[in-house]
């Protein structure tokens, strides 16, 4: 029988196991999931669910306010997983409902959500649209990569020697036009210190910010879970593109992760960034996934 309940912070080792068999390509280590159960940040209303059986986590789910972005009353139904020996049997529908009954009492009324493609059927017999294509690609980083060379009055910080205000600075004004079906436009400090700064899987020694002139204007962040690294955001502020400053930051971020002990980097890219995508495959990265944003009315 399998049981649908609310995630507990001792399910972490679970959900992670889950992970890794449907999805890979996503990094994010138990300390990290135990986290995100125990301590969700308050202006998301956040809330997750497992499905167990035989005392497994067999499922996930997590549904949330989106309090990235200025656009009214969105919500988000995350990672939506069945473990592939537990599909057909209801398991889904029965952690989607749970998950729009959530996000119908907090007051949400356009949602998003990710699929991959062989699911999209499930998305659409449920009411979602599908929108967008993210593409997810890995890099070997046997043998480390060099650390590159900055021009003259450039300087590649790690994370550990730079105010975090300044990194957030950087992260808000570089997302803001951010591909995507909401602009991500309102990246708060608190919230951005909660689930980036303070995220056990944060690697401050290995992510990067690029100053120029003694100014913070590009990063690369990365999250870490034993040697397997995730390019959490990869960004310049508008006003210094162009000058291979991202690709830079990714480079420098690279080594640090490798010269630690990384052997794999994931990262993900909108159809539509062409730059990053364009920076991604010249380092190297080749896909391996892809995903469709999907989106639909709350009613």
């Given at each position: 029988?399998?049981?649908?309940?609310?995630?507990?912070?001792?399910?972490?080792?679970?959900?992670?196991?889950?992970?890794?068999?449907?999805?890979?390509?996503?990094?994010?280590?138990?300390?990290?999931?135990?986290?995100?159960?125990?301590?969700?940040?308050?202006?998301?209303?956040?809330?997750?669910?497992?499905?167990?059986?035989?005392?497994?986590?067999?499922?996930?789910?997590?549904?949330?306010?989106?309090?990235?972005?200025?656009?009214?009353?969105?919500?988000?139904?995350?990672?939506?997983?069945?473990?592939?020996?537990?599909?057909?049997?209801?398991?889904?529908?029965?952690?989607?409902?749970?998950?729009?009954?959530?996000?119908?009492?907090?007051?949400?009324?356009?949602?998003?959500?990710?699929?991959?493609?062989?699911?999209?059927?499930?998305?659409?017999?449920?009411?979602?649209?599908?929108s967008r294509e993210l593409r997810y690609s890995a890099l070997d980083l046997r043998p480390t990569p060099p650390m590159p060379e900055p021009p003259p009055g450039v300087r590649l910080l790690t994370a550990t020697e730079v105010d975090p205000r300044r990194i957030h600075r950087v992260d808000a004004e570089a997302s803001v036009d951010e591909p995507g079906d909401v602009p991500t436009d309102?990246?708060?400090?608190?919230?951005?210190?909660?689930?980036?700064?303070?995220?056990?899987?944060?690697?401050?020694?290995?992510?990067?910010?690029?100053?120029?002139?003694?100014?913070?204007?590009?990063?690369?962040?990365?999250?870490?879970?034993?040697?397997?690294?995730?390019?959490?955001?990869?960004?310049?502020?508008?006003?210094?593109?162009?000058?291979?400053?991202?690709?830079?930051?990714?480079?420098?971020?690279?080594?640090?992760?490798?010269?630690?002990?990384?052997?794999?980097?994931?990262?993900?890219?909108?159809?539509?960034?062409?730059?990053?995508?364009?920076?991604?495959?010249?380092?190297?990265?080749?896909?391996?996934?892809?995903?469709?944003?999907?989106?639909?009315?709350?009613?």
């Amino acid at each position: 029988m399998t049981v649908i309940r609310s995630a507990r912070p001792e399910d972490a080792p679970g959900v992670v196991a889950l992970r890794t068999a449907v999805h890979p390509y996503l990094v994010r280590g138990v300390e990290s999931t135990r986290r995100m159960i125990a301590q969700p940040p308050p202006e998301e209303d956040w809330a997750a669910w497992v499905a167990e059986a035989d005392g497994q986590v067999v499922g996930w789910v997590s549904a949330y306010r989106n309090s990235h972005t200025s656009a009214a009353n969105v919500g988000e139904v995350s990672t939506l997983h069945v473990h592939p020996e537990h599909r057909l049997r209801g398991v889904g529908t029965a952690l989607l409902n749970a998950a729009l009954a959530h996000l119908r009492r907090i007051g949400t009324k356009r949602l998003l959500t990710g699929s991959q493609p062989e699911s999209l059927p499930f998305a659409r017999r449920h009411g979602f649209t599908p929108s967008r294509e993210l593409r997810y690609s890995a890099l070997d980083l046997r043998p480390t990569p060099p650390m590159p060379e900055p021009p003259p009055g450039v300087r590649l910080l790690t994370a550990t020697e730079v105010d975090p205000r300044r990194i957030h600075r950087v992260d808000a004004e570089a997302s803001v036009d951010e591909p995507g079906d909401v602009p991500t436009d309102a990246l708060g400090y608190d919230l951005w210190h909660h689930e980036v700064w303070d995220n056990p899987g944060l690697d401050r020694d290995a992510s990067t910010v690029v100053e120029v002139d003694g100014t913070p204007v590009a990063i690369s962040l990365v999250k870490r879970d034993g040697d397997r690294m995730w390019s959490d955001f990869t960004g310049t502020i508008p006003e210094h593109r162009g000058r291979g400053l991202a690709r830079l930051a990714k480079e420098a971020a690279l080594h640090r992760a490798a010269a630690s002990g990384v052997r794999t980097a994931y990262t993900s890219n909108d159809e539509a960034n062409a730059p990053m995508l364009a920076v991604n495959a010249r380092l190297g990265y080749r896909p391996v996934a892809s995903q469709w944003s999907c989106v639909r009315d709350l009613t």
